[in-house]
Every structure is written in structure tokens, then in C-alpha cells.
């Protein structure tokens, strides 16, 4: 592996096999434009390597509009995408486990999601490398472009309009193709050769919807054998993608989803929406099922419909999870994971860091397909019906039986149920509300944080309910941290968090700016006696036996 920048293009089958027909759809040449060392971890040096690679698909196979296309001298009809791949510079010292990262709007999410430190997340789209979780844990990582107008080249036809028509779908195509030909191919072409044993893929928001979609129309399954063994479904909401569309650009047919702006937007908000009645679907086309990771944020309930992947398009009983998925609810998370405040957002922004059970999530997906170690159980938020006066993104007109359900809160207004990080169980102030204006995205999606007043003379002045932090912790620092302490061990044990991340949360509640520090007199002497001193933290009073 060269550690500078090289071109090389390489054409992956032998000299009369370019010209001879091939089954189905393959990845035929890859062009690896530069290779950068990212440093080591582990004392395993990684490269990024960014590139194009060329597939190409038969013409008769179900993508809508692909028969019309403009073939090559062989028949087939062609693409070309950008890739980037972050590996070990010898892929083999990797645990075999290989992330397909499906890019939001051409921007990556893999590291922002896994490699975000707690106090400044990284921005979707960066690949620096954070806190360096997925090189640490041995992942290989591979981006591929699937939307038109970011750094994909589809097929076209003209319409009967004279209308040029990009073929969309190849989208769906050109992300299996690569997650087959980098597990399978075995030529010392492919950067990968031989060391991957398993496959994921990973989603965000839109590519969340576009994973989703992947499974409901048949891609992850080429002559019966599975192509992604394990996805991590973030954000995703109620939605699917409408991608299976030839659009005319220059943005992607998928690009636009329903807002305040235009609630009843087809082709998003659709069924099937359980998961229950997706897997319907790929057992009666006698296809392997994954292993599936749903994980909705909090803000996902209010302004994405996200209660209908719980209850389907009728009514409000909840349908079954199958053993084959978990769904986990983060407790007043965001659907925007930022720290900069937008001067037009009403309130604070959302202040949950959610990369922790993320990080999590994956570890135990990686283990559960690589080893069958079951992960923890499904984990949702308590629902109801909205009430009049709340923020909530209600069911479409072309859906009369859908009902749009919402976390129920507690009395400081943070959800009930779900993966309660210690920022909301031992809370602060309040997360995960709409934030307003919901016409402004950033607003909505962000979510709001509502910090408690520090002390009970500073809350009697205010018409908050809440209880301040002086209320609620008497014994100051030392209580709330110990409390914190005792959450987080509490979600190390139910797998919803690693050991290290619960050793950033505790150090981050010792450091809570807050609270005084609690003084502390161990022992003192008094007229000749010794006292051994110890903070009381139920009733915040010093107790001071005597030491005989």
C-alpha cells in the first residue's frame, strides 16, 4: 500500500472476460485516486483511500426505467460512483467487519455518529477522526455516493417529452454492488480482498429511509445470498425514499420530504411502516432476513411520524417486534446532534449527547452477527396522544387511520421509557421538546433544552414548576455525581453503554460547573475530640459522630 497519492485504474476481469456476458450486476473497474495515512490505532496504521468505481447492471433487471438507458457495446447498462474507504493499511488486521456508510446528502455519517467526543460532535460529513472508535475497534468503513448531483454518474434515457431522465434506482444498485464486490471479490484489485467476514450498513435520517427502502425492493439479496448482513437504521423515522423514480435533476427525486411547509408529500410516508410487515415481505420472496437496529430520537415523534413504525398506518395498538430487530428510543435526543446556538431557534438547542449509545448499538450489532450474542432488549418510550396545543407533525390526509403518538414526560416534562442517558434520568433540565420556529429546520430538528434554575429562591420568581437543582440535589456535586455514577453503571449493565463512555459521562458530571464544590472535613478536632464527618445526601446536613 503506497502511503503518497497514486492513480491507478484497473480493469477487474481478464482481458476476454470483459467482452463476455456476466450475471446480473458487478463492480468492473475501480480507480483509486489517493491513499492517506490517517494514523494508528492499536498500533494498526489506517489509510483513506478515495476513488470512482464502474458497475455495470443488466438491462433486464427491476429497475424501473433501466431498459431504457443507453447501453454499452456488450448490452449492459453503466455507472460510475465516488467512494471512500478508511482501512487498515493491511485490511486483514481489521476484525472482518465492514461498515457501509450511506452518505446524507453526499455527506458521510459514520464517524460523526461513532467518533464524536461528548462536548463538540463532529459535523455530519467530517471523517476526522474524533475519538477514533471505529479505528480503535477495528471496523473498516466504506462511503458510497448513491444520489444524483453527489458524485454519482447514472443512466439516462430520454422521455417521450424529449425530456433527459436519470435512473435513479441504480442508486439502490450501486451501493449493493460495492458492498459485494469489496466482501467477495477476491483480485488484488480490490483494497479489501480476503479480509471482510462481515457486512453492515449504517443510516442516517435520509439514507436511513434509502436502508429501508433497500430491503423493501429486493437489494440486499443476489441469488439468494444475503449482502448485508446487519443494518443501523438512526433517525429514519416513519419514511421510506422514493427513489425507485427516474427524476429529471438536477436534484434526486429523494431529496425532499415532508415539513410544516407541505405535510400531505407522498412517497415518503407510506407503508408498509412496521418493521413486522416489511419482514412479511422479504419471507414471501423467501429472502434471508438481517439482523436490524432501529434507533428513533426523540424530536422523531414530534415532527416524523415515528410512532407509525410502533403501530402501523391503523390505530394505536403497538405490532410486534420480530427477533430478528431490536428498536431503541433515545430518550430526549435531537434529530441534530450540534452545539452552536442558531440566533433564530426560540430556545437552546438539544445538549444530548447521543453518540455514546450509538456507539453502543454497534459494538452489540457487530457481536450479535459475528458471534450470536443476543443485544439488549428492545427499548421504547412510553406513547400518547398528542394534545391539542403541542408541535406534533399529524398523520397526512391520505392516511385516516393513522394515529401520530408522543413520548409521555414526567413532571420535569423529560420522556418516559426508552434509553434514559444520565443527562435525562439525572437531568439538569429538559430535554428533547420541539423547538420553535418549526418553520426553520435547524429549529426543529435540533430540538430545544430547557436548563432548571440553580436554586429555589431563583425558581420562586419564575412561574416554573420545576424543581431547582438545589431542590432536587441537597447534597450539591458530590450527590449528583454519585447519582450520575450509579445511571451510568446502571446502562453498562443493560448494554446500552461502553464502560469508557460511562467513565467520560461521570468525569463530565464531576466537572459540572453548576455546583460549589461540597466541602468535605473527614475528620477535625473539637476541645480535644475527633469527629469523622460525613455529608448526609437525603437531608444535605453534615453528620459528625465521634471518634472514641
Not at 455507472?79 to 487498515?88: A, G, H, N, Q, S
Not at 471523517?127 to 454519482?152: K, N, R, S
Not at 413486522?276 to 426523540?298: C, G, I, M, Q, W
Amino acid at each position: 500500500m503506497q502511503s503518497k497519492k497514486h492513480l491507478s485504474t484497473v480493469c477487474l476481469t481478464a482481458v476476454l472476460a470483459c467482452t463476455a456476458p456476466v450475471a446480473h450486476s458487478e463492480i468492473t473497474a475501480l480507480t483509486v485516486s489517493s491513499t492517506t495515512p490517517i494514523g494508528s490505532y492499536k498500533s494498526i496504521p489506517y489509510v483513506r483511500l478515495e476513488g470512482e468505481a464502474v458497475g455495470e447492471l443488466d438491462p433486464t433487471e427491476k429497475i424501473p426505467d433501466l431498459e431504457k438507458a443507453a447501453r454499452l457495446k456488450n448490452g449492459r447498462v453503466q455507472y460510475k460512483t465516488r467512494f471512500v474507504l478508511i482501512t487498515p493499511e493491511d485490511p486483514k488486521r481489521s476484525h472482518g467487519g465492514l461498515l457501509i456508510d450511506v452518505p446524507n446528502r453526499g455527506l458521510p455519517i459514520s464517524h460523526a455518529f461513532y467518533n464524536s467526543p461528548r462536548a463538540r460532535p463532529l459535523m455530519i460529513g467530517s471523517l476526522d477522526a474524533g475519538i477514533g472508535f471505529l479505528e480503535e475497534q477495528g471496523f473498516m468503513v466504506a462511503a458510497v455516493q448513491w444520489e444524483l448531483g453527489q458524485g454519482i454518474e447514472l443512466p439516462t434515457f430520454v422521455d417521450e417529452k424529449g425530456s433527459t431522465r436519470f435512473v435513479e434506482a441504480v442508486g439502490f444498485a450501486a451501493v449493493r454492488d460495492m458492498a459485494r464486490y469489496l466482501t467477495d471479490d477476491t483480485s488484488k484489485q480490490n483494497p479489501l480482498a480476503g479480509a471482510v467476514r462481515r457486512t453492515y450498513a449504517v443510516g442516517y435520517s435520509q439514507t436511513s429511509r434509502f436502508l429501508k427502502s433497500f430491503l423493501l425492493n429486493g437489494f440486499n439479496v443476489v441469488g439468494g445470498k444475503q449482502v448485508i448482513n446487519g443494518f443501523h437504521l438512526v433517525g429514519g423515522a416513519a419514511g421510506q425514499l422514493p427513489l425507485m423514480a427516474s427524476g429529471t435533476g438536477p436534484a434526486s427525486v429523494a431529496s425532499s420530504t415532508p415539513g410544516p411547509a407541505v405535510p400531505e408529500h407522498r412517497g415518503v410516508h407510506e407503508e408498509p411502516f412496521s418493521y413486522d410487515e416489511l419482514f412479511v415481505k422479504l419471507s414471501a420472496r423467501k429472502e434471508p432476513v438481517p439482523k436490524l437496529f432501529v434507533t428513533h430520537y426523540n424530536i422523531d415523534y414530534m415532527g416524523g411520524r415515528a410512532s407509525l413504525t410502533r403501530t402501523g398506518a391503523e390505530g394505536s395498538k403497538e405490532r410486534a417486534i420480530l427477533p430478528n430487530m431490536r428498536m431503541y428510543d433515545l430518550a430526549g435526543a435531537a434529530h441534530l446532534n450540534v452545539r452552536e446556538q442558531d440566533k433564530d431557534c426560540e430556545f437552546a438547542h438539544g445538549q444530548l449527547d447521543w453518540s455514546a449509545p450509538l456507539r453502543a448499538q454497534l459494538v452489540a450489532l457487530n457481536q450479535w452477527v459475528a458471534s450470536s450474542v443476543a443485544p439488549a432488549p428492545t427499548t421504547l418510550m412510553t406513547l400518547r396522544k398528542p394534545r391539542d396545543n403541542e408541535s406534533v407533525f399529524s398523520a397526512p390526509r391520505y392516511l385516516p387511520n393513522a394515529v401520530v403518538m408522543v413520548p409521555v414526560t414526567d413532571a420535569d416534562d423529560n420522556p418516559v421509557g426508552g434509553v434514559r442517558l444520565p443527562d435525562v434520568s439525572v437531568p439538569l433540565g429538559t430535554h428533547g421538546r420541539p423547538n420553535a420556529p418549526v418553520s426553520k429546520s435547524v429549529c426543529r430538528l435540533a430540538g430545544s433544552y430547557k436548563p432548571f434554575a440553580t436554586t429555589a429562591r431563583e425558581r420562586a420568581t419564575t412561574t416554573d414548576t420545576r424543581l431547582s437543582l438545589q431542590e432536587r440535589y441537597p447534597g450539591g456535586l458530590n450527590e449528583y455525581v454519585m447519582r450520575v455514577r450509579q445511571a451510568s453503571d446502571l446502562l453498562v449493565a443493560q448494554r446500552h453503554l461502553l464502560p469508557d463512555d460511562a467513565a467520560v459521562i461521570v468525569n463530565a458530571a464531576a466537572e459540572e460547573k453548576l455546583f460549589a464544590p461540597t466541602p468535605t472535613l473527614p475528620i477535625f478536632r473539637s476541645q480535644g475530640n475527633l469527629y469523622n464527618c460525613k455529608l448526609d445526601i437525603t437531608s444535605g446536613k453534615w453528620q459528625c459522630p465521634q471518634i472514641k
